[in-house]
């Protein structure tokens, strides 16, 4: 017989039936209930086993974490908390425990202990869901891209430029690191190195989403990048992956329009797909606002709040706005900020963004039209010559969830800025040669999937929402 899951069992009405079902024991209790999982839900399976006609040795080895086989039928349950549940007529034990040292004890772990046993982390309720909801937020974003008749592009991971132009880029070498080849300079000879130049892990895919924008028309990428930023905080990772559209004849206003629907869209999905892990991370999380004074507890709940989301417009205010707002609101004027808005230019720092969103707007609000100077070279540059058709996508309790910008599309403006930035024109001949040949209005963004599953799992910190982080000092497992 085909073994079914815990997913598939629970769904059925028809019960009385024979059924068979492999998984991992989560407790057994009364030498009589086991509470099962496999992965299929967030629900376990209560597996009643006849002891008396059960041996001995095999009781004692159903333990929390060892893997069974379980044949039996599924019954209407007798006992409270579930529907249906499994009479075992016979058990077999596939892979042992040791409740002695098994790390997942039936108890509640802290996160930071979790997150050192992230191999066995996901026999948790709290990060299977959180995975579950991961996977479907990728399946959800891969079916608005292909149902709105964009391509799915796979960009290098090995690059020669610096999207971004903030120097945070890991090298990639084969030269021995001991005893690299010199040029007359003293200087390490990248020419001898494997690429014949020195390269790098991508910070992002967008210039070569670019070159195919240009010829298929709306493209997207999602994979994994690269930056080396030393800041440990939890937002930031060292390798997370990002989702870049980019769509020809695009403008800035398009751009906007596109990331407020695909953001809709794929949290639609979640809720209408991942009910049960939701509403377990949301009852999660009540408890955890219940350790919290008052004045600090959300007034919405979890999936409240992705509602919210989904069915109210995004804000969408110009920096010369936020910056008159930032000016003019209490901790600025009450020196609360670390960084101290005092004139138009300021670069924006996360205190300041989430004062706008979390205090002055509370909903999600599109930034756009930020000085040039804050914003990478490729940015279109407007009018008034000082700003640039940027946008940043801020969220509440996450800050930056996008960034993104209609592209320079004037060849003459754009080998202005890059020398102005000192960016090798050879490097980015390819980048130039889209504006000589068929250049136009075209636009994108980047969202960084971790931050996303953030705010659509409520967790707290960037390192429980990717199965293993890298972050400075820690590329375990
Ligand atoms: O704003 P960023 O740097 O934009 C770009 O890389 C553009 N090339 C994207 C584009 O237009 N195609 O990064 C985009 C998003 C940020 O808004 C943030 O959500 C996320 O990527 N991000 C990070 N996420 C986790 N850890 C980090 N260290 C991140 N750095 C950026
Ligand atoms: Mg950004």
């Avoid at 403006?413 to 102005?420: H, I, P, Q, Y």
Wanted: aromatic share 10%; with cysteine; net charge negative.
């Amino acid at each position: 017989m085909k073994s079914s899951t815990i997913a598939d069992l629970l769904s059925k009405e028809n019960i009385l039936q024979d059924i068979e079902i492999k998984g991992w024991v989560r407790t057994f209790r009364a030498n009589r209930f086991i509470a099962l999982n496999d992965g299929s839900t967030i629900n376990n399976i209560q597996c009643v086993v006849d002891f008396e006609n059960t041996d001995e040795a095999t009781l004692k080895r159903i333990t929390t974490g060892a893997a069974v086989h379980i044949k039996g039928s599924l019954t209407e349950s007798q006992g409270k908390g579930q529907s249906v549940e499994i009479q075992v007529t016979s058990i077999e034990i596939l892979g042992d425990s040791d409740p002695e040292t098994f790390p997942i004890q039936p108890k509640k772990h802290s996160f930071e202990f979790l997150r050192e046993n992230a191999h066995l982390r996901t026999r948790t309720n709290t990060f299977s869901a959180v995975m579950r909801l991961r996977s479907s937020l990728s399946f959800a974003i891969h079916k608005y891209f292909n149902d709105n008749g964009f391509y799915y592009m796979h960009t290098p991971i090995i690059t020669g430029s610096d999207a971004e132009g903030a120097g945070e880029m890991f090298r990639v070498t084969n030269l021995d690191a001991k005893n690299p080849p010199l040029d007359e300079n003293g200087n390490v000879n990248y020419k001898e190195d494997f690429f014949g130049k020195e390269t790098n892990l991508t910070v992002s895919g967008q210039l070569e989403a670019e070159t195919y924008a240009m010829s298929l028309g709306k493209v997207y990428t999602f994979g994994p990048t690269f930056r080396a930023e030393n800041s440990n905080t939890s937002r930031h990772l060292a390798e997370f992956w990002m989702i870049e559209p980019e769509v020809a004849f695009m403008d800035l206003a398009g751009n906007m329009d596109l990331a407020e629907d695909f953001m809709k869209s794929v949290l639609s999905y979640i809720l209408e797909h991942n009910r049960e892990d939701l509403e377990f991370l949301e009852s999660r999380l009540l408890d955890e606002e219940k350790t919290k004074p008052q004045a600090e507890r959300s007034d919405m709940s979890l999936i409240e709040k992705i509602k919210f989301v989904v069915d109210n417009n995004f804000k969408r205010v110009s920096y010369t706005e936020a910056i008159d707002i930032l000016k003019n609101c209490k901790p600025n004027k009450k020196k609360k900020f670390k960084y101290i808005i005092e004139e138009w230019g300021a670069d924006l720092q996360s205190e300041h963004e989430r004062y706008l969103v979390e205090k002055h707007f509370n909903c999600p609000v599109i930034l756009f039209d930020y000085p040039a100077n804050i914003k990478a070279f490729y940015m279109r540059l407007n009018e008034d010559g000082k700003t640039v058709r940027a946008m940043d996508i801020l969220f509440p309790g996450i800050g930056e969830m996008v960034g993104g910008s209609q592209r320079e599309e004037r060849l003459d403006v754009l080998k202005e800025k890059m020398k102005a930035l000192d960016i090798d024109e050879e490097e980015l001949w390819w980048y130039l040669d889209l504006r000589k040949y068929g250049t136009a209005v075209h636009s994108g963004f980047g969202l960084g999937f971790e931050r996303l599953v953030m705010f659509a799992t409520g967790m707290g910190n960037i390192r429980d929402v990717i199965p293993f982080p890298r972050t400075p000092q820690n590329a375990e497992f």
